[in-house]
């Protein structure tokens, strides 16, 4: 993907890489934690709940991302996200990262507002922290790396940490610059989902039908997809994709899918437990997102998924 890397980073980005490597090892925990466009998206919404379809979801106050502890948590041998050193006043390592996350976070915002304000609405932007080994959230307790990028809707705020990502290219062949960019669209996606009132309205169908929790919890996962293959689409028009970044993403999505982790862990593949679909279903959303550039598309709230 192309940038611009000779500008100021994002406002919304914040660096907590020093201050969370320092504090690591505190023994932290997880609590459970004029297209269709955004209007189109908060019609599904009312409908749903009036019981014109069957909504679905997951979040709740909770975090929503990417959860691999599993696969991270069985490899013998191999070193955790997060475990590296660092020098004080050395040259920073991850800076060209760095300024690619600024840069995607904010062409990801921007995206946002426009669609927004296309719908009659203002985009409230979030904001994107970076962190080492682990950290502790203003509204979702606290999470280890090997949690993967979340998204912490009291906070308002996505979480990642940048060394994850070497370990899931080593683990799954998730690797490119824009596989990256897909998880952070994706967990701003959930961000959209938050503002919109999804989060709340899964989170109080998955009280009241808990049975189906885990089918709400799929569902808007696949919409966040659907979500970051949208913005994909305005990366296209803008001229910034490069030959392979859609592959990268569609890789990405492959690679996270709930029953390729649960064959890579080594656990019997249970469509019952999964949480955020499956390899295809994945794959499918965010190619849906980018062939219409329309997030009023992305409604897996009805039917089948």
């Known amino acids: 993907m192309k940038i611009r890397r000779n500008r100021e980073l994002s406002p919304d980005l914040i660096d907590k890489r020093a201050e969370t490597r320092a504090s690591a090892g505190r023994g932290l925990s997880i609590p459970g934690g004029a297209k269709g466009g955004i209007g189109g998206i908060l019609v599904m919404l009312v409908l749903a709940l009036l019981g014109g379809s069957q909504l679905i979801g997951g979040g709740g106050s909770g975090g929503s991302g990417i959860d691999i502890t599993d696969i991270l948590g069985q490899m013998a041998g191999v070193q955790q996200p997060g475990t590296g050193s660092s020098v004080p006043d050395a040259p920073d390592p991850q800076a060209d990262e760095v300024a690619f996350v600024s840069f995607v976070l904010d062409d990801i915002q921007d995206f946002w507002a426009e669609e927004f304000k296309a719908s009659g609405a203002t985009y409230e932007r979030a ?179």
């Open 127 to 305: 904001k994107l922290v970076l962190f080492e080994r682990s950290v502790t959230t203003g509204g979702c307790g606290s999470a280890p790396s090997a949690a993967g990028p979340f998204y912490c809707p009291p906070d308002q705020t996505a979480y990642i940490d940048l060394t994850f990502f070497a370990e899931l290219a080593a683990q799954l062949q998730f690797s490119g610059d824009f596989a990256q960019a897909y998880v952070i669209a994706h967990e701003l996606g959930h961000h959209v989902q938050n503002l919109t009132g999804v989060n709340a309205a899964v989170r109080e169908a998955s009280e009241k039908t808990p049975s189906k929790a885990n089918e709400y919890s799929v569902r808007q996962e696949l919409q966040a997809d659907c979500f970051a293959g949208a913005w994909a689409y305005s990366v296209y028009q803008a001229g910034l994709l490069e030959s392979g970044d859609i592959e990268e993403a569609l890789n990405a999505a492959s690679a996270v899918g709930d029953d390729r982790i649960q064959k890579q862990s080594g656990t019997a593949i249970n469509q019952e437990t999964w949480t955020h679909g499956s390899s295809e279903q994945r794959v499918s959303w965010f190619k849906r997102g980018f062939e219409s550039g329309d997030p009023g598309q992305c409604d897996t709230f009805s039917g089948d998924y």
